[in-house]
């Protein structure tokens, strides 16, 4: 007789949120980009649930923090543009897990406590409510980074470039936690938060660590770069340098499972693996992030168990999940209550099987448009010096407004490269109203203050 048994965990369900920064949706090869290889992404997105409409909609490195670890909108929490701080008193994620008995831990990247020093000192108060939290408020040099936090108040230099140690101090702490009780260790909710693909766009030189030489000569634009020497020299430099840094970031998360299958927690533990925005590096001659533009608002996302499928759904979810969808849909997850602060929604029930202790139920169809914010009038060179607010649909259509005037209109589904602007067109005059009619809807929903115009024709 065949004796059967259960290898399922009974356990509450651990998550880690991996991201970098500026990491655009397109630069991992399941999505096509001829540039790069990230088999360890491939990986995660074959054996979960990849949301390939996911957006920053503040694409901007504290504004996208501050919504992430709140679930509410930039102009909500106070965290409008890059720096601001996020005040103490806001209850962030951690804190939800905190009450739920788990153990909180950080890594990295800050960038919340309103300063761009890397010198700065994020005191323990300001953490975001974190348990353990070792990183830093912003460095922008990856071979020279310092932390501080739990284990130090003083600066510690990283021993090595930014990705792989934060991850070797990951992964020494985590296994430290679970083996210190076996069995009966306490669930976990931990962070690691790292600079690169940031410029500068210097990956390290070592190819044990997953880093190819990308000769700048080999670089395959996109379509959308304009075809003007100096807008291609300079683009070719900093994507050979950036598919580095990403193709060592794939490394590192690779490194990360495999050191949670070693402690056989691998099963029990959800990935979420994502960005706080891309990066435009010559497409439509611009460069950095703060632009409506596809390679600047849109992120890689993706939900997977470390250990495969158990208590997973694969396949592609079309929602068009926005940084306030973050935190919710990590809690839910977990199988816990989303707090009433919280303004995103949760979509958890399209990631986790109806057999799973934490299913809640059937999935609750999220908005047909995701809200796209650049709050303050942004003065950087060969960006767009403008505040302006947007919707994209899930049917395919973005549409952005500066303010008192109509700018954009793509339908991004069939020109993915946003080479046609039919913002003025009046053959998609009803697709505009559509568009203008949900832009509003956000605007006067969220309490956001924006001077919309007057599309009506004559």
């Not at 503040?58 to 701080?85: D, E, K, V």
């Not at 020279?144 to 930014?162: A, M, T, W």
């Not at 193709?247 to 994502?274: C, H, M, P, W």
Request: glycine share 6%; proline share 8%.
């Amino acid at each position: 007789m065949t004796q059967k048994f259960n290898i399922r965990s009974k356990r509450q369900p651990n998550v880690i949120w991996v991201f970098g920064d500026q990491h655009r949706a397109q630069a991992v090869s399941y999505r096509g980009d001829p540039n790069v290889y990230t088999p360890n992404i491939d990986n995660l997105a074959r054996s979960g649930i990849r949301f390939d409409n996911a957006v920053s909609g503040a694409p901007w490195c504290t504004p996208f923090r501050g919504a992430l670890l709140t679930g509410t909108y930039p102009h909500q929490n106070g965290t409008i543009q890059t720096p601001s701080s996020l005040s103490p008193k806001v209850p962030t994620i951690a804190a939800t897990f905190n009450k739920a008995g788990y153990h909180t831990a950080y890594f990295g990247k800050w960038h919340l406590d309103g300063s761009n020093s890397r010198e700065h000192f994020v005191p323990k108060e300001r953490r975001g409510q974190f348990q353990y939290w070792m990183g830093y408020e912003n460095n922008n040099n990856q071979h020279e980074c310092y932390v501080h936090g739990s284990q130090s108040d003083s600066p510690i230099r990283l021993s090595g470039y930014e990705t792989d140690t934060l991850t070797e101090m990951m992964i020494d702490h985590l296994k430290r936690h679970v083996e210190s009780k076996q069995d009966d260790y306490q669930p976990f909710f931990s962070v690691l938060s790292v600079q690169p693909p940031h410029d500068p766009y210097v990956p390290p030189n070592n190819p044990e660590y997953g880093t190819r030489r990308i000769h700048p000569a080999e670089i395959q634009f996109r379509p959308n770069v304009p075809d003007v020497d100096w807008v291609k020299d300079r683009a070719s430099n900093n994507l050979a340098g950036y598919y580095g840094m990403i193709e060592n970031l794939d490394y590192n998360l690779g490194r990360l499972q495999k050191a949670l299958k070693e402690v056989s927690i691998d099963r029990e533990t959800y990935l979420v693996f994502f960005s706080d925005h891309g990066d435009m590096l010559g497409c439509h001659a611009q460069w950095g992030k703060s632009s409506p533009w596809e390679e600047s608002i849109r992120i890689p996302f993706i939900v997977s168990k470390i250990g495969g499928r158990d208590n997973m759904k694969t396949g592609y979810c079309p929602a068009v999940i926005n940084h306030v969808d973050i935190a919710p849909t990590t809690l839910g997850l977990c199988g816990l209550s989303v707090p009433e602060n919280m303004v995103g929604h949760n979509y958890a029930s399209y990631c986790v099987r109806t057999d799973a202790p934490e299913y809640s139920g059937p999935p609750e169809s999220g908005p047909e448009s995701a809200y796209l914010q650049q709050i303050p009038r942004k003065m950087h060179q060969h960006s767009v010096n403008r505040s302006w607010r947007g919707v994209v649909t899930q049917d395919g259509w973005k549409y952005i407004c500066t303010p008192n005037n109509d700018w954009l209109l793509f339908n991004v589904k069939d020109d993915p490269y946003e080479q046609a602007n039919f913002v003025y067109d009046r053959y998609f005059q009803s697709e505009k109203e559509r568009c203008h009619n949900l832009l509003k809807h956000w605007i006067d929903s969220t309490g956001d203050r924006f001077s919309l115009p007057d599309i009506s024709l004559p």
